[in-house]
């Protein structure tokens, strides 16, 4: 598999993301429900800090990656849904930093919801990964 990074213009990869990621000679491609913070059991962990939950949440991407034969690296997609936008943005490039870090090179995508399944999740990573 390779990939190739397209930035039209620059302001993304300030926040280590970009425009659009092409694809070529990929063979799987595989599709993760949303990740939170939660433990094995389900519970929620570190309600009310949203840096926390964001480490724990790409921590189960990264975990469910690995079951699948997959890393960080094959995470060309990330959809990121967060109870409060703009908690998350005061803190996007330290968190952003963490995944590309790992090798990510992502296109992504920040949704703002009232809501997510817990009250006390505040942060939903969704992934997609080829290999």
């Known amino acids: ?33 949303g990740q939170t913070s939660t433990a094995a059991d389900g519970s929620t962990l570190h309600a009310g800090d949203l840096g926390a939950q964001f480490k724990t949440a790409w921590a189960n991407v990264k975990d469910a990656l690995k079951e699948a034969g ?10 990121i849904f967060v109870t409060d936008v703009d908690a998350f943005m005061g803190i996007a490039g ?3 930093a963490l995944i590309k870090a790992d090798g990510t090179e992502t296109v992504c995508t920040l949704i703002g919801a009232a809501r997510l399944f817990d009250p006390d999740v505040m942060i939903e990573l969704e992934a997609t990964a080829v290999a």
């Not at 397209?6 to 491609?29: K, M, S």
């Not at 997959?70 to 959809?79: E, H």
Request: glycine share 8%.
């Open 70 to 79: 997959m890393g960080p690296s094959n995470v060309v997609r990330l959809n």
């Open 1 to 33: 598999m390779k990939t190739r990074t397209i930035n039209p213009t620059p302001w993304l990869q300030h926040f280590n993301l970009h425009h659009g990621v092409e694809v070529t000679g990929g063979t799987r491609t595989l599709y993760l429900s």
């Open 94 to 96: 330290d968190l952003t």
